[in-house]
Nanobody, 111 residues
Framework: QVQLVESGGGLVQPGGSLRLSCVVS????????MAWYRQAPGKQRELVAA???????EYIDSVEGRFTFSGNNAKKTGYLQMNNLNPEDTAVYYC?????WGQGTQVTVSS
């Protein structure tokens, strides 16, 4: 059974950075085909970034150039480096992999 555990969220000022981690437990072949979603208060959950089975990353327009999705297969961990954060990035961020969701980690961008 696969379980996901996110970490790295917190409170940061506008323009700051955070790195989220998603550790996958259980037997997996690769951390590719993982995705990060976020859900802001009163809004639907949205896809933020994804890494395909071929290792190709894609991002929504609002984070392109600011967020970077990477992974370490040996550590079974995916990372979301978030730079130049703004208040619109405030949300609970979720990791998704193989039909499983993590518990989420809160990111708050505020001065």
């Amino acid at each position: 059974q696969v379980q996901l555990v996110e970490s790295g969220g917190g409170l940061v000022q506008p323009g700051g950075s955070l790195r989220l981690s998603c550790v996958v437990s259980g037997s997996i072949f690769s951390i590719y085909n993982m995705a990060w979603y976020r859900q802001a208060p009163g809004k639907q959950r949205e896809l933020v970034a994804a890494i395909s089975r071929l290792g190709i990353t894609e991002y929504i327009d609002s984070v392109e150039g600011r967020f970077t999705f990477s992974g370490n297969n040996a550590k079974k961990t995916g990372y979301l480096q978030m730079n130049n954060l703004n208040p619109e990035d405030t949300a609970v961020y979720y990791c998704h992999y193989d039909h499983n969701w993590g518990q989420g980690t809160q990111v708050t961008v505020s001065s």
